[in-house]
């Protein structure tokens, strides 16, 4: 079945790279998402990356995928406070379905 | 542009009643789904619609239940409210519900059942 796994938690030092990971069990999967959630808000979609591709840079953010070992990892340069929130990794599969499957979501601390 | 719109914000209801959450997406967007978010199960798909259809259903029993009108704004409903249900319910508009454009999701609206 469909599966998304993720570590709950992580702590950097502001000014230091943050990674966080992602495993998926669903080889159809399409499109790979990471999104960030603050306290008492909504998802705000981060990036997204194609199956086909193996890397996305957006800014800040560095999106690796392994296709063969359905990895997907999330690097964030120089880390902010602002940036401590719950990042969710999702995958969505093939074909119009509107569904998104989410991992567990991974908390993200900055200490200054 | 605005972005997808839900409300009330908060909610509170005591057991054994109905609840109706509004959704109002993106304008030119058709597609809207719902979701479930509690401490211990996550983020769970609860359903789909697009053009006033509902094209997929996570696995929620039938207490649960939505429409979208001609507009695209969306509603979904939970009757006879059990605890269980409290819970932040998220809904997320994307074009076509298609993978390759994207969800945009709401702030969601928190339901406490007492």
């Known amino acids: 079945g469909e599966d998304v796994e993720q570590s709950l938690f992580l702590s950097v030092r502001e000014g230091d790279s943050s990674v966080i990971n992602c495993t998926y069990t669903?080889?159809?999967?399409?499109?790979l998402y990471w999104y960030k959630q603050e306290p008492g808000a909504g998802l705000q979609l981060l990036t997204y990356i194609f199956s086909n591709m193996d890397m996305k840079q957006d800014q800040r953010l560095t999106v690796l995928l392994n296709k063969k070992d359905k990895h997907l990892s999330l690097r964030i340069a120089d880390t902010q406070t602002g940036d401590s929130a719950i990042y969710f990794c999702a995958e969505a599969g093939s074909g119009n379905t509107g569904k998104l499957i989410f991992g567990q979501g991974t908390t993200l601390q900055v200490k200054p | 542009k605005a972005g997808v719109t839900q409300t009330p914000r908060y909610l509170i209801k005591t057991r054994g009643q109905q609840v109706t959450l509004s959704c109002s997406p993106i304008s030119g967007h058709r597609s809207v789904s719902w979701y479930q978010q509690t401490p211990g199960q996550g983020l769970q798909f609860l359903f789909e619609?697009?053009?006033?259809?509902?094209?997929n259903k996570g696995n929620f029993p039938g207490r649960f239940s939505g429409r979208q009108f001609s507009n695209s704004r969306s509603e979904m409903n939970v009757s006879t409210l059990e605890l269980g249900d409290s819970a932040l319910y998220l809904c997320?508009?994307?074009?076509?519900?298609?993978?390759?454009?994207?969800?945009?999701f709401g702030s969601g609206t928190r339901l406490t059942v007492v």
């Open positions: 997320a508009s994307s074009w076509s519900g298609g993978s390759g454009y994207g969800y945009t």
């Open positions: 669903d080889s159809s999967s399409t499109y």
């Open positions: 619609y697009f053009s006033e259809t509902q094209r």
